[in-house]
């Protein structure tokens, strides 16, 4: 596509409850990225794919958290029993080559807003 | 691990003057630096970076940025600002040898007056 999409745009849910995130990264993109940003703060990393499979998922918060790529393009954020301090914007970004000819130009989503009743 | 402080989470400014938005990273490996820039209800998009070589980067719109290692610095400046530039501006690094990992610092909103 055009450019890295996200969805839901807006979610909102109760406390407790399961959540999926999309992301659609721009086409022949082998980088994905997760990040999530809280009101007032910059971005803080989540997590990294190369491809298929996870290469850095340091920075998810807890096990509540978990991200899947199974085919090595569309992503999915899963978050189960959400709490209110999960309410934040997940963003993704996505980026042609991750490592050695860094460019660190990623493409960033629009986000997705997810708040936590 | 890698630390980003931007001193300044709001600056005001008057259409035409200029603008300067303060950036600086900690780190105990070698880093790449950026500024993104996030116009309202869009996305980030990259402003301008650091590699290597000349310690002074500009964008295609008038910013520029200039990498100073001893004072580990990364500040971004424009001389004279227009009302399109308003918008939340955030600086990151990664390192140097870790792909595209960025860490962001809080962000400065720069609100341009007419």
Redo the contacts between chains.
């Keep these: 596509g055009a450019?890295?999409s996200q969805t839901p745009s807006n979610k909102v849910t109760e406390k407790g409850k399961y959540v999926e995130l999309r992301c659609d990264p721009i086409s022949g993109h082998t980088?994905l990225?997760w990040?999530r940003q809280s009101l007032?703060?910059?971005?803080?990393?989540l997590i990294?794919f190369q491809g298929t499979g996870a290469?850095?998922d340091s920075g998810l918060p807890n096990d509540r958290f978990f991200a899947v790529r199974p085919e090595g393009s569309v992503s999915t954020l899963k978050i189960q029993r959400t709490e209110r301090g999960d309410s934040a914007v997940y963003?993704c970004?996505s980026?042609l080559t991750?490592?050695s000819s860094?460019?660190?130009?990623?493409?960033?989503?629009?986000?997705s807003r997810l708040t936590v009743l | 691990a890698q630390s980003v402080t931007q001193l300044d989470s709001q600056v005001p400014v008057f259409e035409e003057a200029p603008v300067e938005l303060r950036c600086n990273y900690s780190s105990s490996v070698s880093v790449y630096l950026f500024w993104y820039v996030q116009y309202p209800n869009q996305g980030l998009q990259l402003l301008l970076k650091y590699l290597s070589g000349s310690t002074l980067v500009e964008s295609i719109n008038g910013f520029e940025a200039e990498f100073n290692k001893s004072q580990t610095s990364f500040h971004l400046r424009k001389p004279s600002v227009h009302i399109s530039d308003t918008a939340e501006y955030f600086c990151a690094v990664s390192p140097a040898a870790a792909g595209n990992k960025l860490t962001f610092g809080g962000g400065t909103r720069v609100l341009v007056k007419p």
């Design positions: 450019g890295v980088a990225y990040y007032g703060q910059g971005p803080e990393f990294y290469a850095d963003l970004a980026s991750p490592t860094n460019t660190g130009e990623l493409f960033f989503g629009e986000g």
